[in-house]
């Protein structure tokens, strides 16, 4: 029900636009976030956005360089990452929340998809 993709290999200092494409039924009237879990680290939210788009949260480690968004008629939900750096080398995942506004409460979402390699070289 959810499929991320936009992953790859970027120096440090570059951007990448991550995309997350969900069914009707999941994700047009829930809450969405981006997620990474590096290798050995627990999943941490890394942005999410409420139902409509005009609440957005974002970790104190990605604030300022990335950006989320959704296109409701698209269904679709998208971070844009920029100034990379080595530290967001990660597995990134969307979630869909069981609640409407953004949150940054993990046990909020219900619903996840594949995640995409995100490697950020020195």
């Known amino acids: 029900q959810l499929q991320a993709c936009g992953g790859g290999l970027v120096q440090a200092g570059g951007s990448l636009r991550l995309s997350c494409t969900t069914s009707r039924r999941t994700g047009s009237n829930n809450g969405m976030g981006w997620f990474r879990q590096a290798p050995g680290k627990v999943r941490e939210l890394v942005a999410a956005?409420?139902?409509?788009?005009?609440?957005?949260y974002y970790s104190d480690s990605v604030k300022g360089r990335f950006t989320i968004s959704r296109d409701r008629i698209k269904n679709a939900v998208y971070l844009q990452m920029n100034s990379l750096q080595p530290e967001d080398t990660a597995v990134y995942y969307c979630g869909a929340s069981r609640y409407a506004q953004a949150t940054s409460v993990i046990s909020a979402y219900a619903y996840w998809g594949q995640g995409t390699q995100v490697t950020v070289s020195s």
């Open positions: 956005i409420s139902w409509n788009g005009d609440s957005t």
